[in-house]
């Protein structure tokens, strides 16, 4: 399973990290941003597997909702939808 609670170089999850990092942690310091509520769901093509298809992340900055995708797929840089 490649979700998992470390964050390694080159994994979804350090993918993650670094968006985290970079977008939502960015704005909350920044004193001129709202950051609204953000959403983590996990998308699955078959219910009855548990390793998930991708992750799908929705968070608000100053009013403005934006959703990002992770595939589950080594080095794959996420998708804004």
Known sequence: MRWKLGAEKGTDVFDLKVFYEHEI???LNDPTKTV???TVSFIRSNPNVLRP???EVT???NGRKTTR???NE???????K
């Open 59 to 61: 968070y608000t900055i």
């Open 69 to 71: 995708m992770f595939d």
């Open 53 to 55: 298809d991708a992750l």
């Open 36 to 38: 609204g509520p953000t």
């Open 74 to 80: 080594p080095n794959t840089p996420p998708v804004k």
């Open 25 to 27: 942690k960015r704005a």
